[in-house]
């Protein structure tokens, strides 16, 4: 599971699509997902991040991560090709 | 070192251009607390869901009202509508700010006059009064309005049988300008209906006709209509006198008052486009004072308001169960308020604001109930603050009818505390239980069995 190379994200969570030219705001959580993403972390190691960083459990966060993770797939921010690969 | 609060990772599209069907955001702070007492000690004292009445806001509105009638018309009753919310507590909080009782049903008749509410302070309205509730009624000294000729006849018997002479009103349906007309209640004023009534009572003579009511519709957004039916009672009014040298005591303007809650379909919420009091009292007042009454013959103004004095004093609490999506992606959140339980949801675009703090970020969300039926939408569309599984909410504006036309269906009727004005909950309504609803079955000896 990685971010499409030229998707760009702000620290303030702006993301920006350059191949549709569309634009999409991200909270603070999704841009450290986004950005765990884009260095290649598999999910185990995305889980462990956040479960120490924030006040959530396992489960929540993983129901959470996958919702997630659906919808950047739905705004096709995410390069599947590298995926098959992998 | 602590943590971070959780919030699900949330991504939304940017749009510019027309609002989207879920309109903008519109809370921006959480409701914490209520008159002084946390959400989450409310919840965790009485359970969730829980609906809260803050007695401040209903001697608030009260006073409101009767500012707003009082500085314009010298002589003005309000009688509570039994109907909006008769949890005895509540009711007694109206009759302590001077509230007469306006009842529709032996049922209510009966619960008023067990809260010690004089007989003659008891307004009758409605359709169905046996035999048995008029002749109380009627023993009491109670205010009684004729809904329909088979009524006046019965009480014209019963005045003979019981030696006494009712104190009676017509109740009189009208066009005022608005749709749909009312007319499925009392004598059309239009058609002559209601002067035949109020002739067949004056020369019977064994009632005494001393009032004139009226009550054109629900949740009524033109205050005109209003100064259109006082025109109306009044005309009649004055007509008596002419015709009999006979002096009508009261004009009851009745209900319908709109509250602060917006309606579905509406495109600005009710707190900015509905009318406040002072704009029926002045639509009202106006009409009463104009007509030809003599100063010192004006009639009583009794207005019979339920809604607008209770709604806004009425919250409901509830959880949030699940988050998940609908098979087009939408957020779909489910509560344990389920429109069994707010059956105003029906009506209404509820206000809702989370009951923990949250930040800028929101989804468009659809809200549903706990009940295993397609109907259970709280609401359809609403832009919402993220909410996790547990998180608590608020529901504003669910003070009227919600706590008198809910139903034990699939789940039980849940506690109601009120909140005194020392910001101190009191438990006014314990939530059902298996015991209480099975405690009105009974089973065939040759359907039980031994476990």
Redesign the interface.
């Given at each position: 599971m990685k971010l499409r190379k030229n998707v760009a994200v702000s620290e303030a969570g702006l993301l920006f699509n350059p191949v549709t030219g569309e634009s999409y705001s991200v909270n603070p959580i999704g841009v450290e997902i986004i950005n765990l993403l884009r260095e290649e972390k598999s999910p185990e190691d995305i889980s462990k991040f956040i479960l120490g960083k924030f006040a959530t459990d396992k489960a929540t966060f993983e129901k959470d991560y996958h919702d997630f993770i659906g919808i950047l797939e739905h705004h096709n921010l995410l390069d599947s090709h590298e995926e098959t690969k992998a | 070192m602590?943590?971070?609060?959780?919030?699900?990772?949330?991504?939304?599209?940017?749009e510019t251009g027309m609002p989207n069907k879920f309109g903008t955001r519109t809370e921006y702070e959480p409701m914490t607390h209520i008159d002084g007492v946390a959400v989450k000690d409310l919840i965790k004292e009485f359970g969730s869901p829980l609906f809260v009445i803050s007695e401040k806001t209903i001697r608030d509105t009260v006073k409101k009202a009767k500012k707003a009638f009082g500085t314009r018309y010298p002589k003005v009753q309000f009688a509570w509508s039994y109907k909006t919310n008769y949890l005895n507590a509540i009711c007694n909080i109206f009759h302590q700010e001077d509230s007469w009782a306006e009842v529709v049903s032996g049922f209510e008749y009966d619960k008023a006059i067990n809260l010690g509410v004089d007989g003659r302070k008891i307004i009758f309205n409605g359709p169905d009064k046996s035999e048995q509730d008029l002749t109380k009624a009627i023993t009491n000294d109670s205010l009684i309005h004729i809904d329909h000729l088979d009524e006046l006849y019965s009480i014209r018997e019963l005045a003979d049988k019981l030696k006494k002479r009712p104190r009676v009103a017509i109740r009189v349906n009208m066009d005022t300008g608005v749709y749909p007309m009312w007319d499925r209640f009392g004598f059309n004023y239009e058609n002559g209906q209601a002067w035949d009534a109020i002739n067949k009572i004056m020369h019977s003579e064994k009632m005494e006709l001393v009032g004139l009511h009226c009550h054109i519709g629900t949740f009524m957004l033109s205050p005109f209509a209003y100064g259109t039916a006082a025109s109306k009672l009044s005309e009649l009014a004055l007509a008596v006198e002419q015709k009999f040298k006979h002096e009508i005591k009261y004009i009851d303007m009745g209900g319908g008052f709109a509250s602060k809650n917006t309606l579905k379909g509406s495109y600005l919420p009710g707190t900015d486009t509905n009318p406040t009091f002072d704009d029926f009292a002045e639509a009202i007042s106006t009409v009463l004072l104009n007509s030809n009454f003599k100063k010192d013959k004006l009639p009583l103004l009794i207005l019979e308001t339920g809604r607008a004095l209770v709604d806004e004093a009425g919250y409901l609490l509830g959880s949030v169960i699940s988050?998940k999506?609908s098979s087009t992606?939408r957020r779909n959140t489910i509560i344990d308020v389920g429109v069994n339980i707010l059956f105003t949801s029906f009506w209404y675009d509820h206000k809702i604001t989370p009951a923990q703090p949250f930040?800028h970020?929101s989804e468009d969300t659809c809200l549903y109930g706990p009940l295993c039926m397609n109907i259970d939408v709280i609401r359809e569309s609403a832009n919402l603050p993220?909410l996790?599984?547990g998180d608590h909410i608020v529901i504003h504006n669910v003070g009227a009818y919600n706590m008198t036309q809910w139903m034990q269906f699939i789940t039980l009727r849940p506690n109601v505390v009120l909140i005194d004005l020392d910001e101190k909950p009191h438990l006014i309504r314990i939530k059902e239980s298996l015991e209480n609803m099975n405690s009105m079955e009974r089973v065939p000896s040759h359907l039980t069995f031994d476990r």
């Open positions: - | 602590s943590k971070t609060r959780y919030e699900r990772p949330v991504i939304k599209k940017l988050n999506r992606g930040t970020y993220l996790n599984m």
